[in-house]
């Protein structure tokens, strides 16, 4: 972020955080509130956010880690999740990540393309697992897939 984009990312906090009348009870949705606004959950907002809940940044990021719909980095585009709970794993979500990170260009360990448009992240059980092997691309559940699928789901995004 650039100072400007930073100086913004904390003014708005502060009026997020004032619309909740800078209670600690309300740090999920004071997080949810500026995720809305920049798609992902910048530092300087984070710790702006820990500084007037005195709430500790370690705690902050933790609440922000531990629920999926939090991001500390920006997302693309397209959020595709893989889903690689039990049901999926047995029937095949490897080869769906596989397929996905070959498809999308991502090297190994890199969750977003280098122009934007997509995100691929793994979840756990998604809550249909009778549909196994599942993802979801922005929201919207694909299941009982197979690797080749994979093209006409991304063709769809564009
Ligand atoms: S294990 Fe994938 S939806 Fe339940």
């Known amino acids: ?32 509130d500026v995720q809305e606004e920049y798609d992902y959950l910048p530092r300087p907002a984070l710790e702006r956010v820990s500084e007037k809940l ?25 959020l595709i999740t893989v889903c690689t709970g039990t049901a999926c794993h047995v029937k095949g979500a490897p080869r769906l990540i596989d397929a996905l990170q070959r498809d999308l260009g991502l090297e190994e360990g890199q969750e977003t393309t280098d122009d934007m448009k997509f995100t691929l992240r793994e979840v756990r059980c998604v809550g249909c697992c009778s549909l196994a092997p599942v993802l979801t691309v922005d929201g919207r559940i694909h299941g009982n897939l197979a690797p080749e699928d994979i093209s006409d789901i991304l063709e769809d995004c564009f």
């Not at 100072?3 to 949810?32: F, M, P, W």
């Not at 005195?54 to 933790?62: A, I, T």
């Open 1 to 32: 972020m650039t100072v400007a984009e930073t100086e913004n990312a904390i003014k708005h906090t502060d009026g997020v955080i004032e619309s909740y009348g800078a209670k600690r009870c309300d740090l999920i949705h004071i997080l949810q």
């Open 54 to 78: 005195n709430v500790s940044l370690p705690e902050v990021l933790r609440v922000a880690t531990f629920y999926a719909a939090f991001s500390l980095e920006p997302r693309g585009e397209h």
